[in-house]
């Protein structure tokens, strides 16, 4: 089998996209998901992207992490986003599918603004809080963020605090008023990843909650680039929370699996 595919990336995340509109590709296949994610034996990528037909929206996101895994990812919506309007399906709004429901998204150029799901609690602990942002998220506060072993001490806390169903692992400092510095560990890569915007999401909103921040609009620096985060706060709930930042088509090619 001979596949098309497409490379794409969200502030250095990166993603394998395929158009399976025809649902030719065998999703139930999780060793070739793994293999086409493989940075030395693959393409390469954090995730893999199946763009799919939808009956209630303009196209469905099935997402998967690099061990075939499920999951929603935020850059990956983003990358979805700018590949539905590169394959004509969208102009410049849209309302797509994901495991965690519909999304609507806008973009402008390579800038895509993908507003996520509410965000009804933030659990807060003496030392990290926790809260789902259409993935599991520990976000907790550093001061040697440039210096951390995130591979390392990620794993500690994704596999000794969460067990095997784990979370993602966000490690932040703050480095202005309504700027913050992560780096993540992502569950279902097992690594550190470049960026992570489920987890820009979680650090923007936990950083509100704690009041290091009274911002509506928070900007959150992570290793592949800058990631804005706009939301409103109802009732101790969050609400029309909004990520935006670039997505861009890296390169396109066929792979024989």
Same mark, same amino acid.
């Given at each position: 089998?001979?596949?098309?595919?497409?490379?794409?990336?969200? #502030?250095?995340?990166?993603?394998?996209?395929?158009?399976?509109?025809?649902?030719? $590709?065998?999703?139930?296949?999780?060793?070739?998901?793994?293999?086409? &994610?493989?940075?030395?034996?693959? @393409?390469?990528?954090?995730?893999?992207?199946?763009?799919?037909?939808?009956?209630?929206?303009?196209?469905?996101?099935?997402?998967?992490?690099?061990?075939?895994?499920?999951?929603?990812?935020?850059?990956?919506?983003? &990358?979805?986003?700018? $590949?539905?309007?590169?394959?004509?399906?969208?102009?410049?709004?849209? #309302? /797509?599918?994901?495991?965690?429901?519909?999304?609507?998204?806008?973009?402008?150029?390579?800038?895509?603004?993908? *507003?996520?799901?509410?965000?009804?609690?933030?659990?807060?602990?003496?030392?990290?809080?926790?809260?789902?942002?259409?993935?599991?998220?520990?976000?907790? =506060? %550093?001061?040697?963020?440039?210096? =951390?072993?995130?591979?390392?001490?990620?794993?500690?806390?994704?596999?000794?605090?969460?067990?095997?169903?784990?979370?993602?692992?966000? /490690?932040?400092?703050?480095?202005?008023?309504? #700027?913050?510095?992560?780096?993540?560990?992502?569950?279902? %890569?097992?690594?550190?990843?470049?960026? &992570?915007?489920?987890?820009?999401?979680?650090?923007?909103? !936990?950083?509100?909650?704690?009041? *290091?921040?009274?911002?509506?609009?928070?900007?959150?620096?992570?290793?592949?680039?800058?990631?804005? @985060?706009? $939301?409103?706060?109802?009732?101790?709930?969050?609400?029309?929370?909004?990520?935006?930042?670039? !997505?861009?088509?890296?390169?396109?090619?066929? @792979?024989? &699996?």
């Amino acid at each position: 089998m001979v596949l098309q595919f497409f490379k794409y990336q969200g #502030t250095g995340n990166d993603f394998v996209v395929i158009d399976n509109r025809q649902e030719l $590709f065998p999703k139930n296949n999780t060793k070739l998901i793994a293999k086409l &994610c493989d940075r030395r034996f693959g @393409i390469g990528a954090d995730g893999l992207i199946l763009l799919e037909n939808d009956v209630e929206s303009d196209f469905k996101m099935v997402y998967f992490n690099s061990d075939a895994s499920q999951s929603m990812c935020g850059n990956g919506g983003r &990358c979805a986003v700018a $590949f539905a309007k590169y394959l004509g399906i969208i102009v410049s709004e849209t #309302t /797509f599918n994901a495991i965690d429901g519909l999304h609507f998204a806008s973009i402008e150029g390579d800038i895509v603004n993908l *507003k996520m799901n509410n965000v009804k609690e933030v659990k807060e602990k003496p030392l990290y809080s926790f809260l789902d942002t259409g993935s599991p998220h520990h976000v907790q =506060l %550093v001061e040697n963020l440039n210096d =951390l072993n995130v591979q390392i001490e990620g794993a500690k806390l994704r596999y000794g605090l969460y067990g095997e169903s784990g979370s993602n692992i966000n /490690f932040v400092k703050q480095s202005d008023k309504d #700027t913050f510095d992560v780096r993540t560990y992502e569950r279902g %890569v097992e690594d550190e990843t470049l960026s &992570c915007g489920t987890g820009v999401t979680a650090v923007a909103l !936990a950083m509100h909650k704690q009041g *290091k921040t009274e911002s509506n609009s928070v900007n959150v620096n992570t290793q592949g680039g800058v990631l804005t @985060i706009n $939301f409103a706060q109802q009732n101790g709930s969050y609400t029309d929370i909004f990520l935006k930042g670039p !997505a861009k088509q890296v390169y396109k090619g066929e @792979i024989e &699996c």
